[in-house]
Structure formats: structure tokens, C-alpha cells
């Protein structure tokens, strides 16, 4: 799934680079975002948020296929189990994804996820009702979720949003803001390259 120029994230785009680029890609988005991460063999080796993308990866395409939907429920059962990160096979996921962490990050069923969004551990994109239908989040492009965060219902955080640790966001979040608080409350400022909130611990 690519982004559109708008930050939404869109669906059904087949404008995909082949999976060693992929993969290289996703490595080199590890690196930009974690100043912990010293080489391409550990980044390779010893971090279960990429782990976990790349086994989703393949689970969503055996999910597309509804006589592999049982062996892509038990490839996301399995990458929970080694990774600490539950990612449902049917939720969409962007390019350069990044979960830094990881452990205990939870992505519903109908959850969208565009884009070069950051996702710290414990973070949930959480549904709030058991209809059927969409009943997870829509987040943009390049947002920032940050530890402990929850995120729940068929909301939409707009493109560059970024959401405090620990925050309850409950309701749409438009694009740029910066989301602390429970519930999540907005603050009446623009997120921006030199905001001193940091998602990761800001509570």
C-alpha cells in the first residue's frame, strides 16, 4: 500500500518495489529512525519490529487468497510469538514502517497504516466495537505513535500527527497536530521539526 500525495493512506496501489528493495528500504528506515542501531547485520538480526513487518508482508498476501486465510492466521500467530508484536494479516500496512521496540504493539484487523509512520512499543490501533465492518484506525502518512499509546474505533490521525506516550485517542486527529492526554486532547499548537514533545515519553 503506498500513500497518496496527501497523506491518506491508499489502497490497491501497485506501485511496489520488488522485496529486496523492500528490504532495503525498510533497513535503511531502521537506521534514520533508531540512533541505537550500529549495522545492517543487527538491524537484520536483532530487530523483532522489522521481523514483524516482514512476516505480516507475507501473511497479507496469503490472506488475499481465502484458501490460505488459516496458515496466514497462524504465520501472525507465530510472528506474535517470536516478536511480542500481534499485526492481523487483513490490516494494511505502507512502505517504511517502522515499530522501534515493538513488544506489545497491537494492529487490528481493518487497521490502515500508511507511509514512513513510527510506532513505539505498546502502541494499538484498537477497535472499540465488535460489528463487523471498519472498526479500526486510518492513520496517514508520517505519523508518530509513541509508547503506550491506544488509538481506537475507525478513527483517522492525519498525515504528520503525532501522538503522545500513553495518550486515548478516541476521535479524528487532523494532520500536524500533536495529541497528548487522557482522552487524547489536541494541543493548540502545530507538530514541527523542532517540537519539543517527543511521542516516546510524552505523557
Same mark, same amino acid.
Given at each position: 500500500?503506498?500513500?497518496?500525495?496527501?497523506?491518506?493512506?491508499?489502497?490497491?496501489?501497485?506501485?511496489?518495489?520488488?522485496?529486496?528493495?523492500?528490504?532495503?528500504?525498510?533497513? /535503511?528506515?531502521?537506521?534514520?529512525?533508531?540512533?541505537?542501531?550500529?549495522?545492517?547485520?543487527?538491524?537484520?538480526?536483532?530487530?523483532?519490529?522489522?521481523?514483524?513487518?516482514?512476516?505480516?508482508?507475507?501473511?497479507? /498476501?496469503?490472506?488475499?487468497?481465502?484458501?490460505?486465510?488459516?496458515?496466514?492466521?497462524?504465520?501472525?500467530?507465530?510472528?506474535?510469538?517470536?516478536?511480542?508484536?500481534?499485526?492481523?494479516?487483513?490490516?494494511?500496512?505502507?512502505?517504511?514502517?517502522?515499530?522501534?521496540?515493538?513488544?506489545?504493539?497491537?494492529?487490528?484487523?481493518?487497521?490502515?497504516?500508511?507511509?514512513?509512520?513510527?510506532?513505539?512499543?505498546?502502541?494499538?490501533?484498537? =477497535?472499540?466495537?465488535?460489528?463487523?465492518? %471498519?472498526?479500526?484506525?486510518?492513520?496517514?502518512?508520517?505519523?508518530?505513535?509513541?509508547?503506550?499509546?491506544?488509538?481506537?474505533?475507525?478513527?483517522?490521525?492525519?498525515? /504528520?500527527?503525532?501522538?503522545?506516550?500513553?495518550?486515548?485517542?478516541? %476521535?479524528?486527529?487532523?494532520?500536524?497536530?500533536?495529541?497528548? =492526554?487522557?482522552?487524547?486532547?489536541?494541543?493548540?499548537?502545530?507538530?514541527?521539526?523542532?517540537?519539543?514533545?517527543?511521542?516516546?515519553?510524552?505523557?
Amino acid at each position: 500500500m503506498a500513500g497518496a500525495g496527501d497523506g491518506t493512506p491508499r489502497a490497491g496501489d501497485q506501485r511496489h518495489p520488488g522485496w529486496r528493495a523492500r528490504l532495503r528500504e525498510d533497513l /535503511r528506515a531502521a537506521a534514520e529512525q533508531d540512533p541505537a542501531a550500529r549495522s545492517r547485520a543487527e538491524l537484520l538480526l536483532a530487530y523483532p519490529g522489522l521481523h514483524a513487518v516482514w512476516l505480516h508482508r507475507l501473511a497479507q /498476501r496469503w490472506w488475499r487468497r481465502p484458501l490460505l486465510r488459516l496458515p496466514a492466521r497462524l504465520l501472525s500467530h507465530l510472528g506474535r510469538a517470536l516478536t511480542g508484536i500481534e499485526i492481523h494479516p487483513a490490516a494494511r500496512l505502507g512502505r517504511r514502517v517502522f515499530i522501534d521496540h515493538g513488544m506489545g504493539v497491537v494492529i487490528g484487523e481493518t487497521a490502515e497504516v500508511g507511509d514512513d509512520v513510527l510506532l513505539y512499543h505498546g502502541a494499538t490501533l484498537g =477497535g472499540r466495537s465488535s460489528r463487523g465492518g %471498519k472498526r479500526h484506525p486510518t492513520v496517514e502518512n508520517g505519523v508518530t505513535i509513541g509508547a503506550g499509546a491506544r488509538v481506537l474505533g475507525p478513527v483517522r490521525i492525519g498525515a /504528520r500527527a503525532r501522538i503522545g506516550a500513553n495518550a486515548v485517542v478516541v %476521535k479524528d486527529i487532523p494532520a500536524d497536530s500533536v495529541v497528548v =492526554g487522557v482522552p487524547g486532547r489536541v494541543l493548540d499548537r502545530p507538530s514541527g521539526p523542532d517540537d519539543d514533545v517527543d511521542p516516546a515519553i510524552h505523557i
